[in-house]
């Protein structure tokens, strides 16, 4: 795999500690390239990776070198056997996803109402999974499945997991992913005015989400 993109993984999950998004040893990245997997390493922090800190595996998950891989490493593959024009995959427990996520009254239809554009742009439609432990087997196979018509999903009482054609759409889905969530809950006690039908119509007319 070239060195670039193994760089490129190692710099998004510092910037992803450096701003909060992540803590202490959650979170986890992985990048696909041909039939290998790159995925950032188990019980250490996204700070201070290096590439040759980071698990190799083929996409059957069998290992390419002694680094041992993210607990999460079965709904990453599950992802990558999906959707074949996935190229990476972000998972994070950043503070507002996990609020979202939490909520007794979330609608799982519609976990996050249509705001700003760049929300439907990046993000929507936004899946929702069930509450099943970290690492389960369980939690790959409902990820997998989900995966098929997400590009970005959230974990109850979890976090959030984004995938893209590439390293930077996965993390732009993250990013944008947050500060929905964000501006959700801080105008969850004002009138907000939605976009209307008309406005999403346009949106999907001239913008695609691969």
Same mark, same amino acid.
């Given at each position: 795999m070239r060195?670039?993109?193994?760089e490129q993984l190692c710099e998004a999950a510092a910037s992803f500690y450096e701003r909060g998004y992540a803590f202490g040893a959650t979170g986890n990245v992985s990048i696909r390239e041909g039939d290998e997997i790159r995925i950032t390493p188990t019980g250490k922090s996204l700070k201070g990776l290096s590439p040759a800190l980071l698990a190799r595996l083929d996409l059957a998950g069998n290992a390419r070198n002694e680094n041992?891989? #993210? /607990?999460?490493?079965? @709904?990453?593959?599950? +992802? $990558?056997?999906?959707?074949?024009? &996935?190229?990476? +995959?972000? *998972?994070l427990h950043s503070t507002y996803s996990v609020a979202l996520s939490c909520l007794d009254d979330l609608d799982e239809t519609e976990p996050l109402p249509p705001i700003t554009p760049y929300y439907l742009m !990046?993000? &929507?439609?936004?899946?929702? +999974?069930? $509450? @099943? !432990?970290?690492? #389960?087997?369980?939690?790959?196979? &409902?990820?997998?499945?989900? &995966? /098929?018509? *997400?590009?970005?999903l959230l974990l109850r009482h979890h976090g959030m997991i984004t995938c893209g054609r590439d390293l930077n759409e996965a993390i732009d889905r993250a990013e944008e992913l947050e500060e929905t969530a964000k501006l959700f809950l801080l105008l969850r006690d004002q009138p907000v005015r939605r976009l209307t039908p008309e406005q999403i119509g346009e949106l999907n007319q001239h913008f695609s989400k691969g």
């Open positions: 060195e670039q993109l193994l041992r891989p #993210s /607990k999460e490493l079965p @709904f990453h593959l599950a +992802i $990558y056997r999906e959707r074949a024009e &996935a190229g990476a +995959i972000v *998972h !990046r993000v &929507a439609p936004l899946g929702v +999974i069930p $509450y @099943f !432990r970290p690492g #389960s087997p369980l939690l790959g196979e &409902a990820v997998g499945e989900a &995966a /098929k018509n *997400h590009n970005c």
